[in-house]
């Protein structure tokens, strides 16, 4: 049973538009969650992550939102550019015999258009 | 600065044959991870290391054995592989700190034909 959940596959955004990236877990022992983004032939990269108390994290053009009720995460990402175009993984860090993992997304390939 | 290096880049083996991916860190990261990424199934974990010495199991463990003899190195080997091994391997690594945002290697591409 996937525990991360990243329903859209892809996603087309215009330059200078926000891009929105969601994420849905459902295993509320979840402390953390991370977004990686990746970009072909390359290892994904860190991006931004949110602690499970709080509800926003921001990091420039990035905000990544928590609602934890809902066990849903977003990424927003305004304002969009092509070097934006990317495959986005959500992650989300559980704790195993006192160490953390990460549980990782399918992911969602972010086109952006000039 | 390095980080993590991965070798081979890509590699194409005859299935049965015996494979071992290599990992390396400079970072002196406690923790050491090995995913593997399919089309469609995101990330998926193989298994893992949070100090040298020790191994554990992650969600696809089967066909697949690691070893951490010391802290840079985390080597992955598949004994007879086969060709739904067929995948894009990641090694990552950590400090086991803060939030314990995990770096990636560039991967290595591996068809078992």
């Known amino acids: 049973d996937q525990q991360v959940k990243q329903n859209s596959p892809s996603l087309s955004v215009q330059e200078g538009r926000i891009s929105i990236l969601n994420c849905d877990y459902t295993n509320s022992m979840f402390d953390y969650f991370l977004w990686y983004k990746k970009y072909p032939a390359e290892g994904p990269t860190f991006l931004i992550s949110?602690?499970?108390?709080?509800d926003k994290n921001e990091d420039g053009r990035f905000t990544v939102f928590l609602n934890k009720s809902a066990k849903h995460l977003s990424l927003h990402i305004v304002p969009s550019q092509p070097g934006d175009s990317a495959v986005y993984f959500c992650?989300?860090?559980?704790?195993?015999?006192?160490?953390?993992?990460?549980?990782f997304g399918k992911g969602t390939m972010l086109l952006v258009s000039p | 600065i390095a980080g993590i290096t991965q070798a081979p880049t890509s590699q194409i083996l005859a299935a049965g044959r015996r494979m071992t991916l290599r990992c390396t860190q400079d970072?002196?990261?406690?923790?050491m991870y090995w995913y593997r990424q399919d089309l469609g199934l995101g990330l998926r974990l193989i298994h893992y290391?949070?100090?040298?010495?020790?191994?554990g199991k992650g969600e696809v463990p089967d066909g697949y054995s690691v070893s951490r003899a010391n802290t840079d190195d985390f080597p992955l080997t598949l004994a007879s592989a086969v060709p739904s091994q067929t995948s894009v391997y990641f090694c990552a690594s950590s400090d086991g700190q803060g939030v314990n945002e995990q770096f990636f290697g560039p991967g290595t591409r591996l068809t078992v034909l």
């Open positions: 290391s949070n100090t040298a010495g020790t191994t």
């Open positions: 970072m002196r990261h406690n923790a």
């Open positions: 949110i602690s499970s108390i709080k």
């Open positions: 992650a989300a860090r559980g704790k195993n015999s006192g160490y953390s993992t990460l549980t």
